[in-house]
Each structure stands twice: as C-alpha cells, then as structure tokens.
Nanobody, 126 residues
Framework: QVQLVESGGGLVQAGGSLGLACAGSTRTFSSYAMGWFRQAPGKEREFVAAISRSGNTAYADSVKGRCTISRDNGGNTMYLQMNSLKREDTAVYYC????????????????????WGQGTQVTVSS
C-alpha cells in the first residue's frame, strides 16, 4: 500500500504560477510511474501529466507548454509546476502512482493507476 499526500494547492490569479508536490510513503519510489489528474466541479476526472520511471513525460493538450512534471526519487516526491494559469485550470488535483515494469511506460488513463492521493484544490481567479 502506498500513501500519497498532495500539497501546494491554493488560490492564484490568472496568469500566475503554482507548484504542486506529491509525497509518497514507499521506499521504492523509483519503481513507480506517476501522474497528475484533475477534476473540476461537475466534470469527470481528467489526465494532466505523467512521468515514467525513466523520466519520460506526457501532457494533456490543455496544459502542454504551461506545465512541467518532474520527480525526485530520493525524496519520494513528484512535482507539477503550473505556469500561465487559466480559470479553466480550477480543479482538485490528484496525484497517482502505479508499479511499472517497463521503465519507459507513461500511463495516461485513470484505470492505469493503483494508488491515489486525496487531492489538493487549485483555484484560479480572474
């Protein structure tokens, strides 16, 4: 069982930046592929970004060029840096991990993931 705790959410003005972190309880953090998802009110949870064990990354079209996902295996932490935030980025952001046999695999679907955090609220005001 892996416990994940997100942090860094908050209120930010449109055009601003915010950094999210996801701390994991496992000592084998490097064995997991990881991702960020978000869920806005009244909408389904959607993919934001993911990173493979080897550091390959993928982004949703809606955030490409504005977000950067990264990982610190030694610190058991994953990050999501978000810039040029828009009102439509307002959502609860969730981190998730999955034990990955293939180092280059970048999981993009909700069903791909095994463990989820509780989420952190990001609100972008105009």
């Amino acid at each position: 069982q892996v416990q994940l705790v997100e942090s860094g959410g908050g209120l930010v003005q449109a055009g601003g930046s915010l950094g999210l972190a996801c701390a994991g309880s496992t000592r084998t953090f490097s064995s997991y592929a990881m991702g960020w998802f978000r869920q806005a009110p009244g909408k389904e949870r959607e993919f934001v970004a993911a990173i493979s064990r080897s550091g390959n990354t993928a982004y949703a079209d809606s955030v490409k060029g504005r977000c950067t996902i990264s990982r610190d295996n030694g610190g058991n932490t994953m990050y999501l840096q978000m810039n040029s935030l828009k009102r439509e980025d307002t959502a609860v952001y969730y981190c998730a991990v999955v034990a990955a046999g293939l180092s280059g695999w970048i999981p993009r679907k909700i069903a791909d993931y095994q463990y989820w955090g509780q989420g952190t609220q990001v609100t972008v005001s105009s």
